[in-house]
């Protein structure tokens, strides 16, 4: 073993601090000693396995930190004892992890982690032929685990810095590293984990998705903790992804926080919910509305995510984590006062519009970006460029840039396709061409190797006061044998919950453009499947929520339009850990191809409705010299630009990429001009030759604006 330095004193805990945990376990932090109670008792009940199995093994880690910390609480001997059993468990066999990279993965750093806190806060109240067993284990297993981490320095998780692999392998090193006192150990945590830290978005976003935010993100804190305990070096407020990543999870929940949006490769939508780590982003950096959202999980979904959750090893385990986390003096605030309803996260290219904060609302989430999003891509190949290595590792991240969904009511109506192994943009609503998705997809990293430029985006953003636009610009994901030269997609979301989406495209030839929609439920037909106005109608239902589809295909191609209803059924595997795990879902999609041709214009009108008491559809297309124009009903209206920059339809006459009307309320997207039904509501131009890009407005305007 490399040269050693003295041990911390018990890791996260001092008699001070025990003395204080001690006295609040039938106060404040009663719900949280029940917890870890019902948690050991759980182990209590439950056999360790006796040979390895083929399956993960990563929950003996916890069960040791869990069983190991009541005895601590409590002094009473059967939670040592318990502790023990699990322990020797972990240290009869001989490698951690059978199916893949045994001892140099996931199943290595979560044990290692929980072993090294249950050594430390055991001591020597273990015996001492126990004690010195599970020192030489994890010593054997931290050498193991260090010596792959230099070795394939520059490939896989040791240098993938946006990937939770390298967050929770380097975490458990730490650990035992404090725990035996190794420094080499600490400090190639410490110079991984500090990289760590500076290159996540400052934003919070998370191109993993949801699933994988609460299964990785927590490490993250585990790890500043213990550095912050060990060492006394306070990196929260150096890791701005920290600081502002609860709010991506909180705009990702579903309408009434129980499920989540489902980006990313996501097992199912309700592996969402880490009550701990919202826990210590409260305490340490003062959030109200994470501490809100912690009693609200705890108190009403926490059961049923343990129990319907397809992530291993689970909420469960985090008992001991909750108890140490939880700071009472951080006092809850409902984020439906203080929270705005949209928001836009830019490192992700991602766009987030709800009608409130309300259980029943309407949801829509869109969004585009490079692979992994805009930092870890451009960071990423000037690693890899300084120093020949390979660290994206992006393989979470789908080839779903310009995609959408959208919720309503409690249910889901227009989805993504959850987890899938072999990624492909036909999975998620987007547009096809010839038949083709994006390049380098039918594989798990659509986005190794790419070329620097098979890029996307987000531009024209405005998330505020109801209003949603964005314009995702995603023709450089396409094969280039496909000549497609440009292909855009505008979405809008209007206070009521309607929503517009614009998709152009332009190609080198003539193209078969298919503009996909997937949902749980198939969509009814509302007459005929080739209108003759080219016009594609459909209804979608599902329990509570309904939706009025309309996709108008505006060509001068001779021919009509297809409209197609077929089922997508998407396999995968979420663990090389596990092989027998498989998860499936089956999506029913519909394709509307338009006759083929050089240029797509297609208009898709979204109209949510209660299905218990069902509104007609109302959106008509409005007559327009340039650009597109929707009056949606209901007093709202879209009015977008068409190539020239120019709005001239259903009385508003506008330099803008966007004029969007609510009553009175007046929202607008790169405007110099805009006038409406004759009054001037603001005029740039009046400036002269000095107006520049910059003095375009992007902005809801102020009541009144124009009178």
């Known amino acids: 073993m490399t040269e050693t330095i003295a041990p911390a004193r018990m890791l996260l805990l001092d008699e ?122 994890l010593e054997l297993q931290g050498e193991r685990l260090y010596d792959f981490a230099v070795a394939s320095e520059g490939g896989w998780w040791s240098s993938s810095y946006w990937q939770n692999h390298h967050w929770i392998c380097h975490t458990g090193l730490a650990a035992v590293g404090y725990a035996l006192g190794v420094r080499a150990w600490t400090e190639r945590a410490k110079e991984a984990m500090g990289t760590v830290v500076d290159v996540l978005p400052a934003d919070g976003s998370d191109m993993e998705g949801v699933v994988y935010w609460r299964y990785g993100v927590p490490w993250l804190a585990t790890y500043l903790d213990l550095l912050q305990d060990a060492e006394g070096v306070d990196w929260w407020d150096r890791c701005r992804f920290l600081a502002r990543t609860f709010f991506y999870r909180l705009h990702q929940a579903a ?66 984590a909750e108890l140490l986390w939880y700071d009472a003096s951080v006092t809850p605030v409902d984020p439906a006062g203080t929270v705005a309803p949209q928001a836009a996260f830019e490192d992700l290219g991602l766009l987030v ?89 039918g594989r798990y990293h659509v986005y190794a190797e790419a070329p620097p430029d098979r890029t996307a985006d987000m531009v024209d953003v405005l998330a505020d006061g109801g209003f949603l636009h964005g314009r995702a610009r995603t023709g450089r994901m396409y094969p280039a044998e496909l000549g497609v030269q440009a292909l855009e997609r505008t979405l809008v979301v209007m206070p009521s919950g309607r929503t517009v989406v614009v998709d152009r495209g332009r190609a080198a030839e003539p193209r078969e453009w298919t503009v996909l929609l997937h949902a749980d439920q198939p969509s009814e037909p509302v007459g005929l499947d080739v209108p003759p106005d080219g016009a594609v109608r459909r209804v979608l239902r599902n329990g509570r929520a309904g939706a009025w589809i309309t996709t108008h295909a505006l060509t001068t191609e001779a021919g009509g339009t297809r409209a197609e209803q077929v089922v997508t059924d998407v396999e995968a595997n979420p663990t090389s850990s596990t092989p027998s795990l498989v998860v499936t879902r089956r999506l029913h999609t519909l394709r509307v191809t338009p006759p083929a041709s050089r240029d797509l214009l297609a208009v898709t009108v979204v109209e949510p409705f209660d299905a218990f008491r069902p509104t007609p559809p109302a959106a008509r297309l409005l007559p327009s010299t340039t650009g597109v124009g929707v009056d949606l009903g209901g007093g709202e209206r879209v009015h977008l630009a068409g190539p020239d920059g120019v709005i001239d339809s259903g009385g508003v006459r506008a330099r803008a990429r966007a004029v969007l009307v609510a009553g009175e309320r007046v929202a607008v997207v790169g405007a110099t001009r805009v006038e409406r039904d004759g009054r001037t509501l603001f005029d740039h131009t009046a400036l002269g030759s000095a107006v520049l890009d910059d003095d375009e407005v992007t902005a809801v305007l102020p009541a009144g604006t124009g009178r």
């Open 16 to 137: 001070d601090r025990l003395a204080d945990l001690r006295s609040r376990l039938d106060g404040d932090l009663a719900p949280q000693w029940r917890r870890l109670a019902e948690q050991c008792d759980l182990y209590r009940r439950t056999e360790p396995p006796a040979e390895h199995p083929l399956a993960s093994i990563t929950y003996l880690g916890p069960a040791a930190a869990n069983l190991a910390l009541a005895y601590r609480l409590t002094g009473q001997r059967h939670y040592l004892e318990e502790a023990w059993r699990w322990i020797s468990a972990a240290v009869s066999f001989d490698h951690w992890g059978r199916a893949h990279l045994p001892d140099h993965d996931l199943d290595a750093g979560w044990i290692l982690h929980g072993l090294s806190l249950a050594y430390s806060w055991l001591g020597d109240d273990l015996e001492p032929a126990r004690r010195e067993a599970l020192r030489a284990k």
């Open 255 to 320: 309408p009434g926080y129980e499920e989540i949006v489902d980006h990313g490769d996501c097992h199912d939508r309700r592996s969402g919910h880490s009550v701990a780590l919202y826990r210590i982003l409260a305490a340490r950096y003062r959030l109200g509305e994470a501490q809100w959202l912690a009693d609200t999980v705890a108190d009403r979904f926490f059961w049923r995510e343990a129990y319907e959750s397809g992530v291993k090893p689970g909420v469960l385990p985090e008992a001991w």
């Open 353 to 441: 519009h709800r009608t409130s904060w309300d259980d029943d609302a309407t949801l829509v989430s869109f969004k585009s970006s490079p692979g992994g999003g805009h930092t870890a891509w451009d960071t990423s190949r000037r690693i890899d460029a300084e120093r020949g290595w390979d660290t994206l590792s992006a393989g979470h991240h789908h080839p779903d840039a310009g995609s959408f969904v959208l919720a309503s009511r409690g249910a889901w109506l227009l989805v993504d396709e959850g987890y899938s192994n072999k990624k492909r943009a036909g999975h998620h609503n987007l547009v096809l061409v010839d038949g083709h998705g994006f390049a380098g997809e």
